[in-house]
């Protein structure tokens, strides 16, 4: 949170997002949840996150995270932009060709799992699931483990 705010006093898209998001969902204690503020930070934030993937002044894993949160923005209806789950899972989908590990995450957890933008298809999500898990990622082998995945179907 600390880190959230001294981006946002900067006035780094990301961070912006981050504490727009986090006001959204409330961070326990540290953050009580307040929607109306959460969305008028996420409205702010939309055009800047997109001037940001289009600068030539930032990295290639600055902007691969940068298109992520534009594809949370489709998945969650954020800021006023309205829910497209099909263009969620085009962004999410570029973002995990790249390498991205919570996109390729997401593709296996919630687009092909639930057939959001996307059919249902659950070989392709244990396959995506599979790769984020064996990077570690808690979140990834806690829904591996709750699809049964690696269990007889």
Do not use: W
């Not at 829910?83 to 593709?107: R, S, T």
């Not at 296996?108 to 990622?137: C, M, P, Q, V, W």
């Amino acid at each position: 949170m600390e880190y959230y705010k001294k981006g946002y006093n900067l006035g780094y898209p990301l961070c912006k997002y981050s504490l727009g998001i986090s006001y959204e969902l409330g961070l326990g204690n540290a953050l009580p949840i307040d929607e109306k503020k959460g969305n008028r930070l996420l409205q702010q934030t939309y055009p800047q996150i997109i001037s940001l993937i289009n600068s030539q002044d930032i990295g290639e894993i600055e902007r691969i995270y940068a298109k992520f949160v534009t594809g949370a923005y489709y998945h969650f209806g954020l800021g006023g932009i309205e829910k497209d789950y099909k263009k969620a899972f085009e962004i999410i989908k570029e973002c995990a060709n790249k390498g991205h590990i919570v996109a390729i995450y997401d593709l296996g957890a919630n687009f092909y799992y639930n057939g959001k933008g996307t059919d249902k298809n659950y070989k392709l999500s244990e396959h995506y699931l599979r790769i984020a898990k064996e990077t570690g990622l808690k979140r990834a082998i806690d829904k591996y483990e709750k699809y049964e995945y690696g269990e007889e179907r």
